[in-house]
């Protein structure tokens, strides 16, 4: 094996627990060299875990001074180590994206030497892509904690996105198991980001040619199921940080046992939570796109997700007195709230409303999940049932009827334990 | 009545000219393709104009918009009689002042129309993903494709805004023509079969460059070392993936 594919290998392997892949966000324009930011993104291939390929997602290196008992990288952990050289990131990014194999980069990388130095490479790195390439695709780089505020604003000159990872949903879990780390160094710099990002947008209203910072905002990743956080616990995290740094993204990695010695973590062979990172999505969609307030979803006294049931379900099965809603008749904001219809097919229906009462036969063309739906809307044609069916028996039938993605999988966890 | 177009958007514009001219609204748009003799129907063999194309083209523009007049376009990209027919309805029915008649969900003909968009639309995407250049020893890079849909006119100039610096070339295999950027103007070409041949096995038209199968290779390594084992969901790889466009993803050969 060629030394710059081995290096490939180990890095990329490396990098794979970040699971942002997203290239939306920016509207970077091609200046006379190659490459612009699409600003939907692109997935241009799929593993075959079914996860978005849309970036060179890369360490620069793995060699770390860190101990995180849940990353792949530690210091103590018994891995092959490597590094790239500025060239050669450099050389593989241009070579991809020529190809159009990849939106662009993901940069991240162990601490080596300290936090500054650390950032300097990866600086280097983008100055000579932009610069000397006049590569104008997307950059997403990972903010070093504990990089001075020069090195984070120049490089935010440079980037699309920039992302610091909580790691764990509350400190007390990150405590456990990375006792060197703490959450207060993971916000200071999203919030010095977040204020420039803000100035900068304030000073561009003004200026026309300014130049852009971080033009595709902040995103963060909690792990899953490593420590004992709850549902109610890690969105509460998650919907703070929306608030208070206007991140476009925080990501759920539900965690991947690798080998390690600390007995709190799942060990390998344990399946890793995918169906509640499901959940926890669906959720985060529900709060940012949905209108929903978290405490309508998850709070004190209902504190973990229904697995087998998507959480929009969930909250109308708990709010009988809200059901059935007309669609003929009903505001968007409720239209979207009825399980098993989305923001597309609520539009469609808002529309052509305005020419006639909707009838069953034609919400079923509009693309919404009728099984589903039907327990929870009226149409024009809708028969007028004596009493209501009770949430029960509502639930049941969809489970009984649905192919609900979960069913298989939770059986299966579910008989670990008879 | 079934009018006879040739193929081309045009050809399917000129056939609601005609009808209009002629006072015939009840006619079916179609190509000798997929045409079928019926003895219970008369036919009539449409001849393009472009001026009448135009004059339909600045019709439409002018009661629904620009970009929903673009929207025709794109649904003829389809390339399927119903939804040509779907289509010819609903811009009967605009230039009859039924202009709000597209956000008409309810209505089969719309469905039928915002269906066949939404799947160009997909494709279209799909198309700016896996488009996969090979590089030859003269700098040129070339892509081969087979989309469900004549979506190349679709992405051009998303690919000549993005690949200004480099010149190339994407082939559309099932439709037989190609478009072309040698970094100065985009130009539509076509391949005879011997050329298509030589593109296909990388023969003696284009010869690769010595770094394209360094790059492919190390292409192939990092899709392979980014994928997480453990998280394996094959169903959810094919719906994002299908099997059909493997053939030029050098990662999944």
Redesign the interface.
Known sequence: MDRLEEKLKILADAAKYDVSCSSSGSKRKNIGGIGDASSSGICHSYTEDGRCVSLLKILLTNHCIYDCAFCVSRKSNDVQRAAFTVEEVVKLTMNFYRRNYIEGLFLSSGIFKSADYTMERLLKIVKKLRLEERYNGYIHLKTIPGASDEMIREAGLYVDRMSINLEMPTEMGLKLMAPEKDHESVKKPLNFINQEIQAYKQESKLIKHKPTFVPAGQSTQMVIGATPENDFEIMSVADKFYKDYNLKRVYYSGYIPIQNDNSLLPQIGAKPPLIRENRLYQTDWLLRFYGFKLDEILNANFKELDLEIDPKLSWALRNPHLFPIDINTADYKMIIRIPGIGRGSALKIVQARKFGRLHEYQIKKMGIAFNRARHFMICADTPIQLGFATMDSVRGQILHNGASKAKSSITNQMSLFV | MYYIFDGTYYGWLTCVFEAFERKEFSIKPITKEFHLPDIFADDRVITTSKEKAIRIIRGLEGHVGKNMAQDFYRAFLFEHPAVWQAAYYLAVQIFKGNK?IL??????AV?KF?DALRKVSRER?RM????????STDGL?F?VVEPDFNVLPLIAA?FK??????SWIIYDLKRNYGIYWDKVNLIEVELNAGEIGDVMHTSTLVSLDD?EE??K???Q?????????????????L???PRRYWKY?P?KN
Not at chain 2, 128 to 135: D, E, I, S, T, Y
Not at chain 2, 161 to 166: F, K, M, V
Request: aromatic share 20%.
């Open positions: 709000h956000s008409n969900f309810g209505n089969d469905m915002s995407h700016k993903a896996f488009v996969r250049f090979q590089q890079y892509a998303f805004n993005r690949y200004t610096d480099q770094q360094y790059y290779n190390l292409w390594q990092y899709f392979k070392s980014t994928n997480i084992e453990a998280r394996r969901n094959l169903k959810l790889h719906k994002h993936v993803l990662e």
